[in-house]
Every structure is written in structure tokens, then in C-alpha cells.
């Protein structure tokens, strides 16, 4: 595993030192426990997910920093886009009234669907990066994502108590642009994992206004790291649109040929052991020119009859043609009680964790079993993560591949 610079003490760190003492595999539990006074050393195979929005408000710059001292090697910046053409960092275009200030500023009557306090309607608000013009985007405090959905009033919305979230560091943050970002990653010697967010075709405002077209979008994504005189080798552009994926292969093959092809079909569209439920076959993903491809952990991994956590059919087939896998997200999750949830209905992330005779994801140190056979039986290159920190731990305490 290549090493940058060393971080901090691997022990200094409570979250990682209780998830450690919660895995219930004893024998990882043993391996982890003897590196804890390992320097933690930045590594590509750790990627921050949208910073470290386990504890810090979403794509600021408080949760980037937050990720790079963790050790993430990569960092990501969603982006989606103002009404004067600029990206900036947001996890969907339309997601201002969940992860800002923005309804209780003058902005709100800007909104798509602002809100109303005389007729409140929590469900109804809509408040989108493209309503504002940058300057106005920037003005706005970010917070963590989450909403009140019987609210009465604007404070009562943004009130995040409720949220299983509680041990937050930093609750609100300084917003970015995709340029900021760049700038920041620059300057924390990480690289950039950008995401093309899909366009909203219910904000007032669409792609095509603003850029003529959604290649014309995913252009400037790719114009904002040449302009930023930045290597193609430093950028893995990420897009759920196969569109953008292709448009990247075939109009900027330098940046396209580490593009990532995020995967997000449910389980409804795909049965991760039924190779025949694969529709683009893994085949043909890889003569189109995808070299990478990202889909959520609950895909990748599935627990056999004698009770083992194993890959799946679809990450066998992913590897047999020569694909790539990063995987997404960890800590993403309320753990707690596991894998199943207090209904008893599966967590999304974990609903490989279906077999009747076995639950193999008991606790919230159990992430580090699942981390162990993405990186050992799987194979994959890199692993988001909303706690970057605790990728990176494993990924120093076991010499973790990481992407080339």
C-alpha cells in the first residue's frame, strides 16, 4: 500500500477504539487491536464519502479537512450547479432545504418551493442550488442532512434531534464550489473522487438552461481540473448516467479512463447472485470502456449456507471480465442493533444480511467484517466511508490495496 504522510495515533481515536471492542469476530478483533499504535498514514483505498458527514455537516470544508486528517487519500465533492453555470458541492441539486440554513434566510423565497409558515408543508419544500446564483449559495451555512417531516415552523424543520446521529462534532460548516474543493484537495495533497449529480427534472431550473446540454455539464466538470492545471492521473469522476460515463471515455480519455460508473439499481432491477438479472451484463459494461464500477456494499457480498460472509455472484463476474470495484457506504449506516433494524426490516446497506439461520452483522464493529472480506475475498480498490477514518485504520492495519 503506497503511504503518504502519518496522521495521528491510531489509538487517540475513541469511535475507533469502541468499534474495535464491538466486532464479534474474535480473531479480527485480535489483528486490529495489535495495531493500534500504528501511525495512521494517508491511503487512497480510504475515500471520504460527501467529507465525514457521520459527525460534520455534508461537503464543507470543515468535513474535508475532517477526512484528510482521518487519512482518506480521497476525497469527494458532489456536484451539482448554480444559475450562473459554477458547480459546487451539494449531494443533489434540489437538497438546500435539508443541508442549509437556507428557509430561515431571505433565500427561501427563492426556493423551487419555498417554505411556507402560514401554511407549512414540510413535504412540499424544494429548495435547489440552481434557484440561487453562486454568490447566493455561498452565503448559506451548511448543516447536517436531515429534516423534521411534521414540522410547524422553519426552526422545527431544520431540528435535527431526532436524528440517530447524536455524537456530531461539527453541526454546521462552511459551503464550497466545486473550484474551492479543488483548490482545498490541492492543498491537503488528496485526490478528487467527483460526482455528476443527475439533474433534477423537477427544479425550476434545468441543465439545459444553464449549460445547452448535459454534455456541455459534463464538460465543465472536466474544464474545472484542467483549468486548475490538475492531472488527469489525480481524478476519478464518478456518474450513476451512463451517459456521462461514455461522454467522458470518448471526448476526455485521460480523465475518462479512471471514471467510475456508480451503480444504482435496487433489488428489484438486480439479484446480486443471478448473473442473469445483470442487464448490461458485466461483459458488456467493459467493452463500452468502463473500467471502474461502484456499487453499494449490500451487492458485492452475500452470507452462504455454512453461515460466512463470501462475495457475491455480480462481484465474481465483475472481476472475471477485469472490472475494478470501489464500493459505497460505510457508516453510513444505524447499526446499533445490527443488520436488522428495531421492525426487523433489513438496513439497506446490509441486506445481503438475509440468510433465516444467521445474522452476521450484530454490532456496529461488525462494519470491520464486512471491510475484511471487500478487501480480501473481493478484491475491491477502495471503499467510501461517512467516518473515513475507520477505512483508513484497516486499510494501514493491513496493507490494503488501493486504486492505480
Known amino acids: 500500500m503506497e503511504k503518504d504522510a502519518a496522521h495521528s495515533d491510531q489509538s487517540s481515536s475513541t469511535h475507533t477504539s469502541q468499534l474495535i471492542q464491538s466486532v464479534t469476530d474474535s480473531q479480527l478483533k485480535q489483528a486490529l487491536l495489535s495495531c ?44 451539482t450547479f ?41 413535504g412540499a419544500v424544494k429548495c435547489c442550488a440552481s434557484d440561487l446564483s453562486v454568490a447566493e449559495f455561498k452565503s448559506l451555512v451548511g448543516k447536517m442532512d436531515n429534516q423534521n417531516p411534521i414540522a410547524s415552523s422553519a426552526e422545527s424543520f431544520m431540528d435535527g434531534s431526532n436524528d440517530w446521529r447524536k455524537d456530531v462534532i461539527e453541526s454546521t ?33 434545468q441543465v439545459e438552461d444553464v449549460f445547452g446540454s448535459t454534455q456541455a455539464y459534463a464538460q465543465k466538470l472536466i474544464d474545472d481540473y484542467k483549468d486548475a492545471g490538475i492531472r488527469s492521473t489525480r481524478v476519478w469522476p464518478q456518474s450513476f448516467e451512463p451517459q456521462s460515463i461514455l461522454y467522458w471515455l470518448t471526448a476526455e480519455p485521460e480523465f475518462g479512463r479512471q471514471a467510475v460508473m ?53 462481484a465474481i ?67 467510501f466511508s461517512d467516518w473515513p477514518e475507520t477505512v483508513s485504520y484497516y486499510a494501514n492495519c493491513f496493507n490494503a490495496i488501493e486504486p492505480e
Open 262 to 314: 456508480l451503480d444504482g439499481r435496487n433489488a428489484r432491477q438486480l439479484e446480486p447472485q443471478d448473473p442473469m438479472s445483470f442487464s448490461p451484463t458485466m461483459k458488456e459494461m467493459r467493452d463500452s470502456g468502463v473500467r471502474i464500477i461502484a456499487p453499494p456494499l449490500w451487492m458485492l457480498v452475500t452470507v452462504n449456507e455454512a453461515g460466512e460472509l463470501v462475495p457475491s455472484a455480480y
Open 82 to 122: 448554480t444559475n450562473d453555470g459554477e458547480l459546487v458541492c451539494r449531494h443533489a441539486q434540489c437538497d438546500l432545504h435539508t443541508t442549509t440554513n437556507i428557509i430561515s434566510t431571505p433565500l427561501n423565497q427563492k426556493c423551487t418551493v419555498p417554505w411556507n409558515e402560514e401554511f407549512p408543508n414540510p
Open 317 to 383: 463476474e465483475a472481476k472475471a471480465v477485469g472490472l475494478k470495484i470501489i464500493t459505497w457506504s460505510l457508516e453510513r449506516s444505524n447499526l446499533a442493533q445490527g443488520s436488522r433494524h428495531a421492525d426487523g426490516q433489513l438496513d439497506w446497506y446490509y441486506q445481503f444480511d438475509k440468510n433465516p439461520n444467521y445474522q452476521l452483522i450484530r454490532t456496529e464493529g461488525d462494519v470491520f467484517k464486512v471491510l475484511d472480506v471487500l478487501a480480501k475475498d473481493v478484491g475491491v480498490i477502495g471503499v
Open 173 to 205: 460548516g462552511t459551503l464550497m464550489t466545486h473550484k474551492e474543493s479543488i483548490a482545498l484537495f490541492d492543498q491537503l495533497g488528496v485526490e478528487f473522487v467527483p460526482e455528476l449529480k443527475a439533474p433534477d427534472r423537477k427544479a425550476r431550473l
Open 36 to 79: 493500534q499504535k500504528n501511525q495512521l498514514e494517508t491511503t487512497k483505498f480510504s475515500i471520504a464519502h460527501r467529507g465525514a458527514p457521520l459527525k460534520y455537516a455534508e461537503h464543507t470544508k470543515e468535513a474535508y479537512i475532517a477526512a484528510a486528517e482521518m487519512g482518506a487519500g480521497l476525497i469527494e465533492c458532489d456536484t
